[in-house]
């Protein structure tokens, strides 16, 4: 279920009150700047203004409205939601004109400068990799966090225009909304998370769920307000004795309890597989004091201690985040206390300054620290900053976003040097990890390490507050299995690098001893050689093939049965080739007169598959993926595995959908859960094979005492047909819940 576009085909404009509307946006815009504008930045925000609203003069937005809004709305969450300045705002309100209109980069620069110039060229260039859609989109995030953005500013831009297109999403055809949004999820909440932006990454996650899943978006949502009185009960009970000891304290102090996202609420939902009614942290309760900066650790602390005064915590989740913040700055103290009626309630207590560190990142952040005159100096400091974070080694693209991926969600460590120096690692790092984040040619030689005065080998996992020194020797090599004993990108980027380096070097003797052979067998090493000789040793490289010669894995007598080597007349393919999806999709065109492919009618025209991970029905909302060795497999747009798809091979998505035909019948899995009872499984298959003919294709059961939990795997025609049979499996005296599930293990989806 999805919101249909609008249609806008007879749109009556009032081009006055459209005016008003621009202008009043325009001022609002202003007005958010204010506090941050120097001098003659008002002037520049206005020429810009002018400069954009006359080259998009005649253009809409696909929802119809003036496309000047959206420009507008970009720079406006540039300032309110990033926290940038006068620069950002010029190059945000221009970021189309150069792509869309006849304004030339020349213009821009010959009026703002050179530095605008080239936030708004890094910005069309992006755009242009990021629309081609050709390529795969985790190269381009790549290259946009690179080669495109010297000045970082551009990736904070960037992020801003992808949050007012997720906002303004409704309008864009259904293929385009899901290609957004899990380019979204799959790429831009993870950055927006890295630099410290939580009201945006939050944002972005809940718009990605309400594009590829409304259902599940509005159920949560109603649920979240359906228990809003009882919840808000619940909170005024328990704040009440804290608030009257704080207002002892003599510091304003706000009291908020908001819940958690809708996104994560869903994620929680469908890792820990329990109802919306199980997620027991649905909210915290988060305790914020004005304070002078001086003081507001021994105020945060003096809260800490009125709160475990009246409610007992739980002594593991103590957080403190102020002593030592998160690596994207996140400063904050966390406990889970027990409330009178048993329950756990987190509470987080913090200050003003770092509340809205929370939400803006260091943006907010640099702007507490000086007044409004420093503030694009200090803006200069955090983005050097955001730049130094997002450096990485040379990884190819798709280890890269792994990578940054895997690295964000991972908690910290705090570890000391010899000499008392404080350093911040992830979690699980080893002392080889930390052997390289403190330089490379110490992790080169590292040969293991001192943990609080104890010898450990370099992959020893380091814990919060070990102190260690790293012990080298000159004569330490990197080697294969080291990859294995660290966790960091960095470390596993630099092993490589080395690695590589080292082969390289094989590779280069082994080229001498190949051409010494060859000369001896009276053959030239061309090009055509090469590739004989690597069809020849089933190598697929030629530094492989060198390597190896280097190495003496290939040795004489193998290379010399090359002589008799008679090249196959047909040349193969790589077997790892993508297929031509354009073809695929001319072929379904040409059949059908749409490009879009009917399962259960197309069979004729390409062979496709229902994907193993989500087993996908009719009813369902899916799409088609050209994968490289199994030809087209079919999701469902909800399917866990959708987002690295479609985010990362975008150009191989085919559209698909049903037929109307119900003759066939589907595979689709069923997770029963309920309490234990004599006679329950037999009841539960009763109700599933004689009543409503459904043909069961496997059954597994769990029995734990007292609960027990099945899967079952079933034949059924449609989602309408699963939901009758959901409704009348939970009517089984026992049952609990029934969902459907998706297996994430096992299949290889690409
Ligand atoms: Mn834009």
């Not at 328990?238 to 304290?249: G, N, W």
């Not at 105020?299 to 409610?311: A, E």
Request: hydrophobic share 35%.
């Amino acid at each position: 279920m999805y919101l249909e576009p609008k249609k806008n085909s007879a749109v009556v404009v009032d081009v006055v009150e459209e005016k008003r509307e621009i202008i009043g946006r325009y001022r609002r815009l202003l007005r958010k700047a204010k506090p941050v504008l120097r001098e003659g930045d008002a002037k520049l925000i206005k020429r810009a203004f002018t400069m954009a609203m006359e080259a998009h003069k005649n253009m809409r937005r696909k929802s119809g409205e003036p496309y000047i809004f959206h420009p507008l709305s970009v720079a406006e969450i540039c300032v309110e939601e990033v926290g940038l300045g006068t620069t950002s705002i010029v190059a945000a309100l221009l970021h189309d004109v150069v792509e869309d209109t006849d304004i030339q980069l020349l213009d821009i620069e010959r009026i703002f400068g050179k530095k605008i110039a080239k936030i708004v060229d890094g910005l069309t260039k992006i755009r242009g990799v990021f629309e081609a859609g050709t390529s795969a989109q985790a190269e381009n995030f790549r290259k946009m966090l690179f080669t495109l953005s010297e000045d970082v500013r551009v990736i904070l831009i960037k992020l801003a225009d992808r949050l007012h297109n997720m906002r303004t999403l409704e309008s864009m055809p259904r293929n385009k909304q899901l290609r957004v949004s899990s380019e979204t999820i799959y790429l831009y909440a993870p950055l927006a998370h890295r630099l410290g932006l939580n009201a945006i990454k939050t944002e972005l996650e809940d718009l990605y769920l309400r594009f590829t899943d409304y259902n599940t978006y509005r159920d949560i949502a109603n649920k979240i307000d359906e228990t809003k009185t009882s919840r808000n009960r619940f909170i005024k009970q328990f704040v009440q004795p804290i608030t009257e000891e704080i207002e002892k304290l003599n510091v304003d102090c706000e009291i908020k309890s908001r819940p958690k996202s809708i996104y994560s609420i869903f994620n929680k939902m469908r890792k820990q597989n329990i109802p919306f009614e199980e997620v027991y942290d649905l909210f915290a309760i988060r305790i914020i004091l004005d304070t002078p900066i001086e003081q507001e650790k021994s105020f945060c602390w003096q809260v800490y201690s009125i709160v475990t005064d009246y409610y007992t915590p739980n002594p593991d989740r103590l957080r403190d985040w102020i002593s030592t913040p998160k690596g994207n700055g996140y400063e904050s103290l966390h406990t889970t206390v027990m409330a009178k009626n048993g329950q756990w309630v987190e509470v987080q207590i913090r200050t003003k300054r770092m509340d809205e560190i929370a939400e803006k990142g260091y943006a907010a952040h640099w702007k507490y620290k000086d007044n409004a005159a420093k503030y694009e100096s200090n803006l200069e400091k955090w983005l050097v900053r955001v730049r130094e974070t997002l450096e990485k080694q040379d990884l190819t693209a798709l280890e890269f976003v792994d990578d940054f991926r895997g690295n964000l969600f991972n908690e910290e460590v705090f570890v000391f040097t010899p000499k008392g120096e404080l350093k911040t690692i992830a979690k699980g790092a080893t002392a080889l990890d930390f052997a390289f984040e403190i330089h490379t040619d110490i992790g080169a030689k590292c040969i293991g390490a001192k943990v609080n005065q104890k010898l450990v080998p370099i992959n020893h996992v380091l814990k919060n507050g070990d102190q260690i020194e790293i012990l080298t020797s000159s004569k330490q090599k990197p080697n294969e299995d080291w990859l294995r004993f660290v966790t960091s990108s960095k470390a596993k980027g630099k092993i490589k690098d080395l690695l590589k380096e080292d082969r390289r070097k094989v590779a280069e003797e082994g080229k001498e001893i190949l051409q010494r052979k060859l000369r001896s067998m009276k053959i030239e090493l061309s090009q055509k050689v090469s590739e004989q000789l690597r069809d020849f040793f089933k190598v697929s490289s030629q530094l492989e093939l060198l390597f190896k010669i280097g190495k003496g894995i290939i040795g004489a007598t193998e290379l010399k049965k090359f002589q008799d080597y008679k090249p196959s007349p047909l040349k193969k393919h790589a077997p790892s080739e993508v297929p031509d999806v354009k073809a695929i999709e001319q072929e379904i065109k040409a059949k059908r007169h749409e490009d879009t492919l009917l399962i259960g009618e197309d069979m004729d025209v390409v062979e496709y598959k229902l994907a193993k991970c989500c087993t996908p029905i009719p009813g369902d909302e899916v799409f088609g993926f050209v994968t490289v060795n199994e030809g087209i497999k079919i999701h469902r747009a909800n399917c866990p595995n959708a987002p690295e798809l479609l985010a990362n091979h975008g150009n191989r998505v085919i559209k698909a959908k049903w037929t109307s035909q119900h003759e066939v019948a589907f595979l689709t899995g069923l997770r029963v859960v309920g309490t234990d009872r004599v006679g329950l499984i037999n009841d539960v298959s009763k109700v599933i094979s004689e009543e409503l003919k459904v043909n069961m294709s496997s059954l597994s059961f769990k029995t734990d005492p007292g609960i027990f939990s099945g899967e079952i795997m079933l034949y059924v025609n449609d989602t309408r047909h699963l939901e009758t049979l959901i409704s009348k499996l939970e009517k089984v005296e026992g049952v609990e819940q029934v969902s459907r599930f998706d297996s994430r293990a096992g299949e290889k989806v690409s």
